[in-house]
């Protein structure tokens, strides 16, 4: 049953020494009518007795005007005798002791105070003692921090909200930055951020308190910027990567504009916090949430991060400090208009911070910008020492610029004005396709998706070849290509630790698709022979898959539709946990052989295209069958997704029209029924007159078969809907996953 373990009885409270009148009696009451003070300068404790065992997760001390500690630990015990230390700090120097106790049940606790910082003493206001959620995880206890602080001090996220991020690096990099909507910025994968802040009129600025706009170079280039407009000023925080010598460089620059006809002066903090871009419900491993922190030296030329990152001032700051998180976050110091006093600081706990400060006097309608660079990789791999021998910011900038629009700039689009944002949209994708390689290897995402699915990989590599980048898609496939076994099976993944094995029947076909691909739009003779012997294993693969359901059993009516159809897989999603023969996989599978037929007759191979083209010819039959029975005998009127689950899956049947060319497999009239049913839900998402939680980008896929079909009003309907959808729309991306409400809390991919 239930244990009633509600606290009723005020805890009994005892200190070994007390000021007149300031007793520790009523610490922990909610509103003490007094605080408590030593009488002496000499080591303190208090010991506290719940009257029965209590179970919490930790303490908010709350300390006096010039009575903080400086050492103290916190103690638990059973039996009053036998003590154990729950919590110990040497270095505190803060208003409010923040002291996550995860999983504490005791009876008796005692705060043993050691050292004060003023030497004259301890004062304590009230103690708090925060339930067993407290500290769970190191991202609720800092969800309960924020949620102290004044807002904006913390990223959106620690507020149970949503804030959207973009990658930033070079193209073929080995990692990326990202970037959120309110200018923080993680320097590279999984590390800690930059956090801009202004002071001005003697007020400390953040997020919270501006009007946030979103910006890309050009754009569409993948050099982002947020920009705040608060009291008449602007700061525009924009990322930029490009290499200095050999070494991949990120660049964060800060730009202060006055808005006003009267000179102005600020303050600006380039502050390295904690924070991660992505949130604790986007975690993976070490991704996502907080990241810790346990050295930082703090100069004039930039910070210096657990001895391995370095954070260069290209501008020198002007003053700059760190503070362990028991001598206060960096946020609750720049309230006070400067840095933390110390320029070098360890943090057993952690979770230390710092900041860079910077002076500016702006001019009427004047304006300053600051430059920090930050080298990918540690100081193992090598930081360019020509970054401190004179770079500078906007020359880099430059570069930066320079590099993307040649890179995005092989096919030109010159579209009405009220249409750029489509194609705006396209350069956009190619180049976070290309920020987000690893070396060769072409990956969905710079953080959860750092690993190359065949699936993914071949559709972006398609991309890539329509706007001239040939080298990037063949280099993809050379990477890929030695993973297939000598069967002829081709892994559905790869990453650093290897191929993955999970059976996932599309990634066969969608080989051949990108070598086919690459050749269609390269004219590659030699990377056509090089890779000649993965397409026919592929295909031999293929065919020996299908033929495990070509025998007499599958002549019987139970298993009819399952007739030449390739096995079970998961290689959609919802397929993970009840794999099922899905008709995404034999789409892939068709296409693939007449794709080895295009091949071999590019070879001069007349005999091996002759006999794709008769594979192709026979699968497309089994698959139409097996499509025209699994209607039948599941009474729908539309495309089904898969044989056992006859799913309406209108992503996935766009993908046999919109980029694999074969309508003609899909039987009408459940053809345009599908596009009508989806176009009725899509309609009725759109108006607000269903309930919804949250859609898919992948419907995207759907806008080319609508206009493959004829359907383009509705094709421009569903584009213009998506486009205005994006998340945020300047900067002209989608999430995996979009949720009604952009704030909401949810997993985005």
């Not at 099976?489 to 094995?501: E, F, L």
């Amino acid at each position: 049953g239930l244990e009633d373990r509600t606290v009723r009885a005020p805890p009994l409270v005892r200190a070994s020494s007390a000021a007149a009148g300031n007793d520790a009696a009523p610490l922990f009451a909610a509103s003490p009518a007094h605080g408590w003070r030593s009488a002496s300068d000499a080591a303190q404790t208090i010991d506290v007795d719940f009257t029965a065992e209590r179970e919490y997760g930790g303490l908010v001390v709350h300390w006096t005007d010039g009575g903080r500690a400086s050492a103290f630990a916190v103690e638990v015990s059973e039996d009053g005798t036998t003590w154990r230390t729950a919590h110990v700090t040497t270095h505190a120097d803060a208003a409010a002791s923040w002291i996550p106790m995860p999983g504490t049940s005791a009876r008796f606790l005692r705060l043993r105070l050691d050292a004060s910082v003023a030497g004259r003493g301890f004062g304590i206001e009230r103690i708090e003692v925060r339930p067993f959620e407290f500290s769970r995880s190191i991202d609720t206890f800092f969800r309960a921090v924020a949620a102290d602080a004044p807002r904006g001090e913390h990223p959106r996220y620690l507020t149970g909200e949503q804030s959207y991020w973009t990658p930033v690096g070079i193209s073929g990099g080995e990692s990326c930055a990202l970037m959120n909507e309110e200018g923080l910025v993680e320097v590279d994968r999984g590390t800690f951020s930059l956090e801009p802040f202004l002071y001005a009129d003697g007020t400390l600025v953040t997020w919270a308190d501006a009007e946030v706009t979103q910006e890309l170079a050009d754009g569409f280039l993948p050099i982002p910027s947020s920009v705040w407009h608060v009291r008449g000023l602007a700061l525009r925080t924009t990322a930029y990567a490009t290499r200095v010598g050999e070494h991949p460089v990120l660049f964060v620059r800060y730009r202060v504009e006055n808005d006003g006809d009267t000179a102005r002066t600020a303050r600006l903090f380039a502050a390295c916090v904690p924070f991660q871009v992505t949130p604790p419900w986007q975690s993976f491993g070490e991704l996502g949430g907080m990241r810790t922190i346990r050295t930082i030296d703090a100069s004039s030329s930039g910070l210096t991060v657990d001895g391995e990152r370095t954070v260069i001032a290209l501008d020198p700051a002007d003053a700059a400090g760190a503070a362990t998180f028991d001598q206060g976050e960096i946020a609750v110091h720049l309230r006070g208009g400067d840095v933390p006093p110390r320029t070098h600081v360890e943090d057993a706990f952690g979770y230390a911070s710092a900041a860079l400060r910077f002076d500016l006097a702006l001019p009427p309608r004047g304006a300053r910008a600051i430059h920090l660079a930050i080298p990918f990789g540690t100081r193992a791999d090598g930081a360019p020492p020509a970054l401190r021998t004179g770079t500078r910011g906007d020359a880099a900038y430059a570069a930066a610029l320079a590099e993307w629009r040649a890179l995005l700039g092989g096919v030109a689009i010159t579209l009405p004005a009220r249409w750029q944002n489509h194609a705006d949209a396209m350069r956009t994708a190619i180049a976070h396709v290309l920020v987000e390689r690893d070396g060769a290897a072409l990956q969905p995402g710079p953080r959860r998706y750092t690993r190359s699915w065949i699936r993914d990989g071949a559709i972006m590599a398609a991309a890539l070849l329509r706007v001239g980048r040939v080298q990037e898609a063949q280099d993809f496939v050379r990477w890929y290509a030695p993973h297939q076994k000598d069967d002829g099976n081709v892994p559905c993944c790869v990453d650093r630790n290897g191929p993955d094995w999970l059976v996932e029947h599309d990634s066969h076909g969608q080989l051949v698709f990108a070598v086919a691909e690459c050749f269609r739009f390269g004219g590659d003779r030699a990377f056509l022979d090089e890779h000649w012997p993965h397409v026919v294993r592929a295909c031999a693969y293929i065919e020996r898959l299908r033929r495990e359901r070509l025998d007499a059993a599958y002549d019987r009516p139970e298993k009819r539709a399952f007739r030449g159809l390739l096995p079970e897989s998961a290689s959609h999603e919802g397929y993970l946990a009840h794999p099922v023969h899905s008709y995404w996989d034999d789409f892939w599978a068709v296409r693939a052989f007449g794709d080895a037929a295009y091949l071999a007759a590019a070879r001069g191979d007349d005999a091996p295209a002759k006999a794709f083209l008769a594979q192709r010819d026979a699968m497309r039959a089994d698959v139409r069958a097996s499509l025209a029975l699994t209607i039948a005998t599941r009474g729908i009127a539309y495309v089904p997704g898969s044989v056992e689950w006859a799913d309406f899956d209108p992503t996935a049947t766009s993908n046999a029209i919109a980029l694999l060319g074969e309508t003609a497999l899909l039987p009408e009239p459940q053809l345009h029924a599908t596009y009508a049913q989806y176009l009725e839900g899509f309609r009725k998402r759109r108006d607000g007159t269903m309930p919804w939680k949250n859609y898919t980008a992948y419907e995207v896929r759907i806008v080319g078969a609508l206009v493959q079909l004829g359907e383009r009003d509705a094709a421009n309907e569903l584009a213009g809907f998506l486009l205005r959808d994006r998340r945020p729309p300047a900067w002209g991306q989608w999430p995996e996953i979009t949720w009604r409400d952009p704030r909401s809390p949810g997993h985005v991919g």
